[in-house]
């Protein structure tokens, strides 16, 4: 009889190294989020650009002279000159980059919000647990008995909606997800994209409200719930 090798702890696969650049804590609460609700991925590196910065930064490297290796790294800078330096550097190396809001980084995946980030394989572990939410339900008695998250938002904010979300019925679960989600999200209000006419909260909540309009479809919730032209 053949036996097979007792594993050692070399042989777990090595998690995900993150590496994470923000500017005055503008990523500190998807840091938080990472930690609490990440599986397999290690925040390798954060590193936080401390202000006021000039209007333009000649020397880059001067300001972030250390680029930590990662597998996957995000970026929330917010001054273009180091978004743009933090972006070459890591895709010189094949490392992708995503950089979330308005304002789109050439070379990094650019979304809109982090919760609408598509699934990308090379974006390893972080790709598949952060991103477009994804629900799965379960219904008693025609109200909501569970909500468990696959996948959400790197901020936290799917995760604590979905627990203000037992013992709704469905059509109140729909109106109240967005509303949830847009009071928990740390994006800037203020901002809006002239394409889809949106602000970064709108966009939140309607990703959300989409993402538990399937789920209950899923759980055979009765009708099409949320069918109203809202999305």
Do not use: N
Request: charged share 25%; aromatic share 6%.
């Amino acid at each position: 009889m053949t036996t097979m090798p007792a594993r050692t702890p070399t042989d777990s696969p090595r998690p995900c190294r993150v590496a994470v650049f923000q500017e005055g804590g503008s990523g500190a609460r998807k840091v938080a989020g990472i930690r609490a609700h990440g599986r397999d991925i290690e925040v390798v590196a954060d590193v936080d650009v401390a202000g006021p910065l000039p209007e333009f930064i000649d020397e880059p490297e001067a300001v972030l002279p250390r680029l930590p290796e990662a597998d996957v790294v995000l970026c929330f800078l917010r001054h273009p000159d180091l978004a743009d330096f933090v972006v070459r550097h890591y895709a010189a190396r094949g490392t992708p980059v995503v950089a979330s809001g308005p304002r789109p980084v050439e070379g990094a995946d650019s979304p809109f919000t982090c919760c609408s980030l598509p699934r990308r394989p090379a974006l390893g572990a972080y790709g598949e647990q952060f991103g477009l939410p994804e629900f799965e339900v379960r219904l008693e008695a025609g109200r909501i008995a569970e909500v468990r998250v696959r996948r959400g938002a790197s901020c936290g904010a799917t995760w604590e909606a979905a627990r203000r979300l037992a013992g709704l019925a469905p059509e109140a679960a729909l109106a109240a997800v967005g509303r949830e989600v847009q009071y928990l999200c740390c994006a800037d209000p203020s901002a809006f994209d002239p394409v889809s006419g949106k602000s970064p909260l709108h966009h939140a909540g309607h990703v959300h409200r989409a993402a538990l309009r399937k789920a209950l479809e899923r759980a055979g919730a009765p009708g099409r719930p949320g069918d109203d032209g809202r999305g």
